[in-house]
């Protein structure tokens, strides 16, 4: 079974800045998928970014951006240039078709940005 | 972009009533729905898988006399939390994936229900 560990239950970053939330995970396949999804107040989940096991090159998406070091099974999220919007949830998610593409995810980062 | 609208978004009622849940998928179709639980200040937990056409599979550890799950058509997914309790109360959020669409690819999220049992 997989199991997806987010080591960090809160972090706080000031505007403008950077921060880097931390994701390990633990799976025999090689061909997943990761996902860092956002849960703010209202609850909704949004999705950041996604990442193919199989692409070496780390997913951006505007001012989020990916580590992904596959050897070390690792996935950390850097959200620069952070935004009072950012404050949220952030959870970790791993999906392989061998699991019948369920979501696997992490326990969650609390992020709080401060003016 | 795809969505997904599962209503309603909050429910209070008795305990010993039965709540139904609906999640549809407005523009794709959604062989395959998911339905997970949140705790407050906690992640998401699968509850079951939901497959059109045949039943769903549970997870470990969920009652599925307690919580039934229909999938009749491609675009419409139901949680009927059966009997409920004050054990029960809790935030449900559903999710569907684009039939149409290439195997990895992510996951649409409901907004969620809110359910409280008194």
């Known amino acids: 079974a997989q199991t997806v560990t987010q080591s960090q239950p809160e972090m706080s970053v000031q505007e403008a800045e950077t921060v880097t939330l931390s994701c390990t995970y633990d799976?025999?396949?090689?061909?997943?998928?990761l996902f860092w999804y956002k849960q703010p107040p209202s609850r909704q989940m949004i999705l950041v970014i996604r990442?193919?096991?199989?692409?070496?090159q780390n997913a951006t998406e505007n001012r989020f951006s990916v580590n992904f070091q596959k050897a070390a099974k690792s996935f950390s999220l850097k959200i620069s240039d952070s935004q009072l919007g950012d404050t949220a949830m952030y959870f970790c998610?791993?999906?392989?078709?061998?699991?019948?593409?369920?979501?696997?995810f992490g326990g969650g980062t609390r992020v709080l940005v401060k003016p | 972009g795809a969505v997904v609208s599962q209503h309603p978004s909050w429910v209070i009622c008795k305990s010993g009533t039965s709540v139904k849940i609906e999640c549809r998928s407005l523009?794709?179709?959604?062989?395959?729905m998911f339905w997970y639980r949140q705790f407050p200040k906690q992640s998401l937990m699968l509850m079951a898988t939901?497959?059109?056409?045949?039943?769903?599979?549970?997870e470990q550890g969920v009652e599925k006399d307690k919580f039934l799950i229909n999938h009749a058509s491609l675009t419409l997914s139901t949680l009927t939390v059966t009997s409920a309790h004050p054990e029960d109360s809790s935030f449900y959020i559903c999710?569907?994936?684009?039939?149409?669409?290439?195997?990895?690819?992510?996951?649409?999220f409901g907004d969620g229900t809110r359910l409280s049992i008194l």
């Open positions: 799976t025999s396949e090689n061909n997943y998928y």
């Open positions: 523009d794709f179709q959604a062989t395959t």
């Open positions: 990442q193919e096991a199989y692409k070496q």
């Open positions: 999710s569907a994936r684009d039939s149409g669409r290439v195997l990895g690819q992510p996951q649409h």
């Open positions: 998610a791993f999906m392989t078709g061998a699991a019948g593409n369920k979501l696997t």
């Open positions: 939901s497959n059109e056409g045949s039943k769903a599979t549970y």
